[in-house]
């Protein structure tokens, strides 16, 4: 039977480098763009918290390797059930591969074995690998040993949290590219109340947004505070 390549996931137009604040976290987006265009590392692994933009990464990356004219593939792994390790045939032709949440596999031996076997063939033709987690590489409870040594291959890069100061600029930077302003004092209002991690305050800023053009006002701090307190 002939090999059949996955399917060719549409990726998030709105989430390019160009779209990414990067705060303290620029050396790491340096790192991926070399890494997309073969300057720099064959396999590189980021890992963080949630919220702090992995998955904005790897969509970003796949952006970028199609912009170089390069084939990219991105998939995220899920905690409520893997899908078949089938989807992993075909992957080895691609110029970038970015698996998002790669720690799922972890404890399950039909994963760790088929992504092993794809990571070979993979690197063997001279591609790029891109994987996200929350952990550390060595943290994860891989059991297939030969693998546990393979995602320690490359750049292992954390991506660090933004700072108050940095958050209060992602939120200008956000509203400034989804067409309207918000002051400081209302970004800084907005940390005080809610959640800082980036999909959060995104979300945030779409609700904010609604409420602004319905409303026929702007983001003052008065207005933030009738509509969210």
């Known amino acids: 039977m002939a090999e059949q390549l996955p399917v060719n996931f549409e990726f998030r137009a709105n989430q390019t480098f160009k779209d990414f604040f990067p705060g303290s976290n620029q050396e790491i987006v340096d790192h ?14 980021i890992w963080g918290a949630q919220g702090l933009g992995k998955s904005h990464l790897l969509q970003a990356c796949c952006h970028h390797a199609h912009q170089q004219h390069h084939s990219a593939f991105y998939f995220a792994l899920s905690a409520d059930g893997l899908p078949d390790p089938a989807l992993l ?35 063997g033709h001279g591609h790029k690998l891109i994987v996200s987690a929350a952990y550390a590489p060595g943290k994860l409870a ?4 030969d693998l546990k040594t393979r995602l320690n291959w490359g750049l292992a890069l954390k991506l660090k949290p933004l ?16 067409g309207f302003e918000i002051a400081p004092q209302a970004g800084r209002f907005l940390l005080t109340h809610y959640d800082r991690d980036l999909a959060s305050l995104w979300a945030l800023l779409e609700k904010l947004d609604r409420a602004s053009l319905a409303a026929k006002r702007k983001l003052t701090l008065p207005f933030l505070k009738k509509i969210l307190l």
């Open 89 to 123: 045939s075909g992957l080895d032709k691609f110029d970038l591969v970015c698996l998002d949440n790669i720690g799922h596999i972890a404890g399950d031996p039909v994963w760790e074995q088929a992504f092993f076997n794809f990571f070979n063939q993979h690197r």
């Open 142 to 145: 891989i059991q297939l040993p």
């Open 32 to 45: 991926l763009k070399n890494c997309v265009t073969g300057d720099s590392e064959q396999q590189i692994f």
């Open 163 to 178: 700072s108050e100061s940095d958050s209060i600029a992602a939120l200008i930077f956000k509203a400034d590219q989804m």
